[in-house]
């Protein structure tokens, strides 16, 4: 049986919540979800530059799922980057 997924802690809800790349019509694009929790992790960790664990502790879950998170994030944004998709931020199992 699967383990229930934690509540991830989260500082703010993102005040923007959709990119896309300039000059491409929105019909003509892929689209990428990234969820709340995966940009807070980017955020924690890029943005902010705090180390894993502080990460991790900030937000209430353990170090490998808080690397887990990132590296899912930075694949999601590579890829919506290199492809020329949409990111639109929402979801996710999270608490303010």
């Known amino acids: 049986m699967v383990r229930p997924r934690l509540c991830r802690r ?9 990119f896309k790349p300039c000059g491409i019509l929105l019909k003509e694009l892929e689209e990428i979800i990234l969820s709340v ?3 807070e992790a980017i955020r924690l960790k ?3 530059g705090l180390e894993q664990e502080v990460c991790a502790k900030k937000m209430s879950i353990s170090q490998p799922t808080f690397h887990r ?3 899912s994030a930075r694949k999601k944004i590579a890829d919506a980057i ?3 998709k949409t990111i639109r931020i ?7």
């Open 90 to 96: 929402k979801g996710g199992n999270y608490k303010i």
């Open 37 to 39: 929790d995966e940009y």
């Open 10 to 18: 989260v500082r703010i809800n993102p005040s923007v919540t959709y």
């Open 69 to 71: 998170l990132v590296l």
């Open 46 to 48: 890029d943005l902010e």
């Open 82 to 84: 290199i492809n020329a």
